[in-house]
């Protein structure tokens, strides 16, 4: 536990730096080899732990210390152990003792009486330093202000269970590849091997324990990929026919470019800015058995990458602030900041504009966000309408399995993330 807990304090100190949670921790993996299986497991519940409870543990450390630490190694390894702590079932006199000596491995021996004072009294006082630090918002929804008064401003009646969503653990839905497999026949398969699962969606299914992707039964044979229930409502609703032309813009990592070609026998181009993310575009292809032409682009600048052929369908799953997503990506909420969303907007906008030239007349355009904020969603496609009159927004055609919580939103619930949606045709 000790080495373990040590290498979160890292990922968490670089993380809060600005750096990426899913790189930092895949970088630790790479530079400590011999951990084992369950090690590695118990990392990732550290680092992700930590930062979904970030404002809580703060709020709690703040009133056990009599002043603010200088050093953030030492602020890190003590959020990081307060987690333990809090929220796991690890062995308490383990956490304090293996925090204690970790010290002396990241250079702060002087520590040590420190660390063993702040996280004993924790444990003595737990109960009225969690309820007292409760009383703040940041605490109580282990969130930054601004992002609970936008989602208060803007879903007075939902924010909290917004919120709370946000701060659960994501489940583990897996898209059968209905070109190798059916759902009932995948079902069937997952009984043989002792997985219990729920239908989830028209090809979706959500396993009732999440499991390593290695432990699931045909994955590597291709008969299934993990995507969340919400996400695979986008290739259904763009209604791409055999022999249509189709672009999804920003492809990576080729979640819903991989479902458009399960479903139709389409001439699909997945476009992205990074061929490092284009390969993965690439892997998922060749596992699935599925072809696509792979293209490095900016979505933005058609001049770069565009032959001139117009496509049928276009998915523009934009980057966005992921505000709907937290939960699989809890290191977003602490990075972004109130400005960021202005700076998404503006480059949504120069993305649609662009590629709106590149839809043929008749064809039509799904807009996508996993962002929850009205300035990413239901008012970036006002805009577009008002700029394009030969632009209509659509119903989305058919049935989800996922109800709506407004037209063209889902919001995060214990089966899916928070995604939007809106289907445009050019007239």
Known sequence: MQDVQRIASGVVLRVLGGRSLDRELAAALRSHPGISTQQRAALRDLC?????????????????LERPLRDERLQALLRVALY??????????????????????IGLTAAKTLTNAVLRNFLRRRDALTGHAR??????????????DKLRAQYPEDYTSIL?????????TLRVNVRRAS??????????????ARTTGVSALTLDRPRPIERIPGFAEGLVSVQDAGAQLAAPMLEALPGHRVLDACAAPGGKASHLLEIADIELVALDTAMERLERVRANF????????????????PAGWWDGREFERVLADVPCSASGVVR??????????????????HQQQRILDALWRVLARGGKLLYATCSLFHEENHAQVAAFLERHGDAVHLTPPGTY?????????WLPDEWHDGFFYALLEKR
């Open 183 to 196: 759902l009932t026949g995948y079902l069937a398969l997952l009984a043989e091997h002792g997985v219990a």
């Open 84 to 105: 333990q702590l809090a929220h796991t079932p690890a062995a308490p006199h383990a956490v304090v003792d293996h925090a204690v000596r970790a010290c002396e491995r």
């Open 401 to 409: 399995h996922c109800p709506q919580s407004a037209p063209g939103l």
């Open 48 to 64: 992700f732990g930590t930062l979904r409870w970030l404002g809580e543990i703060d709020a709690v450390l703040g009133a056990l």
């Open 135 to 148: 009383r703040s918002e940041v605490a109580r929804f282990s969130c930054p202000q601004w992002w609970i």
């Open 328 to 345: 699989r990506h809890p290191d977003i909420k602490w990075l972004r900041r109130a400005s960021d969303l202005a700076q998404f907007a």
């Open 286 to 301: 060749s596992r699935l058995g599925l072809a696509g032409h792979i293209v490095c682009g900016d979505a933005a600048d």
């Open 164 to 172: 709370g969503a946000g701060n659960a653990h994501p489940p583990l």
